[in-house]
């Protein structure tokens, strides 16, 4: 895809704070025509830039309060494997999201659960030996000061 001009940047902005704007709306906002914003958007769609619309739900008013970080070390390491522990982190509900990173550990994962009791079991069943894992450390959050889903594009 051609690098992102103005157009592209307003609308994906745009779309970033609210994705239920009509198409209509979107483009009165960047000066443009409904069907080139329509247009836009279908590329953007296309070329990956735009992955998917959703709506952002709380999760503590969904049952959902606790939140871990949780670093993985793997007991063994090979392209295989790492997908393979990929693979399973994308199964589970619980885990929003998974990095492969560097460092001493092998990946981060952001867990959200309804209860200790439920983290509890969720490392029971996923850290197990059978799942290629080492160790892993889980640091709870507190507080959440800040949580932004828009990826600045200026």
Known sequence: MAPLDRLDTQILTLL???????VRTLAERVHSSPATVQRR????????VLLKQVALVD???V??????????ELDKQNDALLRAFEQRM????????????SGEF???????APSMEHYHAF?????????????????????????ETAVPLV
């Open 16 to 22: 970033q704070q609210d994705a239920s704007l009509p």
């Open 41 to 48: 958007v279908a590329q953007l769609r296309e070329s990956g």
């Open 59 to 61: 999760r503590r008013k």
């Open 63 to 72: 049952g959902r309060a606790l939140t871990a970080f949780v670093s993985v």
């Open 90 to 101: 994308l199964a589970e509900d619980d885990v929003q999201a998974c990095y492969e990173v």
């Open 106 to 112: 092998d990946f981060l994962l952001i867990v959200n």
């Open 123 to 147: 490392t029971r069943a996923v850290f197990s030996s059978n799942n290629n894992v080492r160790n892993f450390k889980s640091t709870f959050a507190m507080h959440c000061a800040k949580f």
